[in-house]
């Protein structure tokens, strides 16, 4: 059974750091591109980054970039986002999916069609 496993959300002052780990089980990650996606109360779910999987190629939104970092540890079969100088809009629930054919990189956009598995998602909220 494929699982992954969101944690590190929580409550952080604007201009904090926080970093959100995705932990699979079920299925190796280094065999798969994994994209972290987040969604805000009423606001569709939109794409954050993404790390292919194999030339470890990234993408990053254009409200992230220069903010977030994502990286994987294949023996931990975790992928992580360090999301530093965080913003109130920053505020969401952050998910890690597997992108299994690599759609995002071909693409240039992540798109929530093009992602299988799930978690169940971490809160983050930024406060000022």
């Known amino acids: 059974q494929v699982q992954l496993v969101e944690s590190g959300g929580g409550l952080v002052q604007a201009g904090g750091s926080l970093r959100l780990s995705c932990a699979a089980s079920?299925?190796?990650?280094?065999?798969?591109?994994i994209g972290w996606f987040r969604q805000a109360p009423g606001k569709e779910r939109e794409g954050v980054s993404c790390i292919s999987s194999h030339d470890d190629s990234i993408y990053y939104s254009d409200s992230v970039k220069g903010r977030f970092t994502i990286s994987r540890n294949n023996v931990r079969n975790t992928v992580y986002l360090q999301m530093n100088s965080l913003k109130p809009e920053d505020t969401a629930v952050y998910y890690c999916a597997t992108d299994p054919f690599s759609t995002t990189k071909a693409m240039g956009v992540m798109t929530t069609r093009d992602f299988d598995y799930w978690g169940q998602g971490a809160q983050v909220t930024v406060y000022t």
């Open positions: 079920g299925l190796s990650l280094g065999h798969y591109a």
